[in-house]
């Protein structure tokens, strides 16, 4: 299995504009995680999804933030207008479900808003 | 709120040498507990997953305890190797939601 792939790995992108961060999880893997990563806050999880359904976004610092999951193969992390406090690393996981079921996490994408 | 401390924040160590790594939360009703491995530019790998009814587990090298009670746990690599030069992050998850709080994590040097 190729493990959870996300894409793209590094955006740079000026302020206002809007940034899409993808994820494919491991096909089985039935829970997808969103987390950002920075010095500061560490690890915080954003938003995560059940069987596609979201289950949880209290993590969202934002109106600005948004996330789908389509089908089981797909999930997406729009921010729109995109801020500089945003830079960070989002990372994308998943797991065979909720509960006592371990994370598989994906290579992160650093994303920098100039 | 749960809160997840790692102590210490780094930690420089001679190969061969055997260590611990420390991770203590403030609420004891965790489901489980994870370790994870970071290195630099990298995502993260799963290390070793407790149950919140075990009291440890172990995978080569690799040992890990959870204490809930007193709200601890300890990641203990026995045999220190230069490859083992990573962030180590514990994690815990409160409730059946997979919903994890990180600690800050420990960056581990070892030193040939």
């Known amino acids: 299995d190729a493990g959870v792939i996300q894409s793209p790995r590094h955006e740079v992108t000026e302020m206002g504009q809007e940034v899409t961060l993808r994820c494919k999880p491991i096909?089985?893997?039935?829970?997808l995680f969103w987390y950002r990563q920075t010095m500061m806050r560490g690890l915080e999880l954003l938003i995560y999804?059940?069987?596609?359904?979201?289950?949880?976004d209290s993590g969202m610092p934002e109106d600005r933030f948004s996330a789908k999951m389509p089908n089981a193969s797909f999930s997406t992390l729009k921010i729109q207008p995109s801020e500089p406090r945003d830079s960070a690393v989002y990372f994308c996981?998943?797991?065979?479900?909720?509960?006592?079921?371990?994370?598989?996490f994906g290579p992160g994408t650093r994303l920098t808003v100039t | 709120k749960q809160e997840v401390t790692q102590i210490p924040a780094a930690l420089s160590v001679p190969e061969g040498e055997n260590l611990v790594l420390n991770c203590s939360f403030t609420?004891?009703?965790?489901?489980?507990l994870q370790w994870f491995r970071q290195d630099p530019g990298k995502g993260l790998t799963s290390l070793l997953l407790?149950?919140?009814?075990?009291r440890e587990q172990t995978s080569g090298r690799l040992n890990a305890s959870l204490d809930k009670s007193s709200g601890r746990s300890t990641l203990y690599i026995a045999a220190s190797q230069p490859g083992d030069s990573a962030t180590y992050l514990c994690?815990?998850?409160?409730?059946?939601?997979?919903?994890?709080?990180f600690g800050q994590g420990t960056t581990l040097q070892v030193k040939p």
């Open positions: 999804f059940n069987n596609n359904v979201p289950i949880d």
């Open positions: 996981a998943s797991s065979l479900g909720t509960g006592s079921y371990e994370q598989y």
């Open positions: 096909s089985g893997h039935n829970s």
């Open positions: 609420d004891s009703a965790i489901y489980n």
């Open positions: 994690a815990v998850s409160q409730g059946n939601t997979g919903k994890l709080i």
């Open positions: 407790i149950q919140s009814s075990q």
